[in-house]
């Protein structure tokens, strides 16, 4: 089995559970109005991540491109896991993409990124959804 389609299947299992957890949350009355419970950020969530489709080139070239430049290893925040559809805190700084990064991948201009725990994470900045997890 190919390891995208294994992460592909690991991706749809986490928001299965996810889907299935906020179903479960919402019937038994529960408040999800606390921002830091780990359930709150599941159930905030969009539901329409929008997907960059990338091929495994393009995902090593731009995780080589981004993990040559940072000199700080940011860790994640406690609580914070690093999937796509995840609301990034704003304790996470975003950077633009760099120009080669845009150059070999167009369809990632109006995305910024961040690196943490050695991931590079591709981020729409209006709403701080992570779109795409490289590592």
């Given at each position: ?20 957890a ?21 159930a ?25 430049r940072?000199?700080?290893?940011d ?20 950077e ?40």
């Amino acid at each position: 089995m190919s390891r995208s389609v294994r992460r592909f299947g690991s991706v749809a299992a986490v928001l299965l559970a996810a889907a299935i957890a906020v179903g479960y949350a919402d019937a038994q009355g529960e408040d999800k109005s606390s921002k830091d419970s780990p359930a709150a950020t599941a159930a905030d969530a969009p539901r329409d991540v929008p997907s960059l489709e990338l091929s495994q080139s393009q995902r090593e070239a731009i995780y080589q491109s981004i993990s040559n430049r940072q000199a700080k290893k940011d860790t994640a925040p406690i609580g914070f896991r690093a999937t796509v559809g995840a609301h990034v805190p704003d304790s996470i700084k975003l950077e633009p993409l760099p120009k080669a990064v845009v150059e070999l991948v167009p369809k990632t201009v109006d995305y910024e990124y961040a690196f943490v725990a050695n991931q590079v994470l591709i981020v729409e900045p209006r709403s701080r959804t992570v779109v795409e997890v490289i590592h």
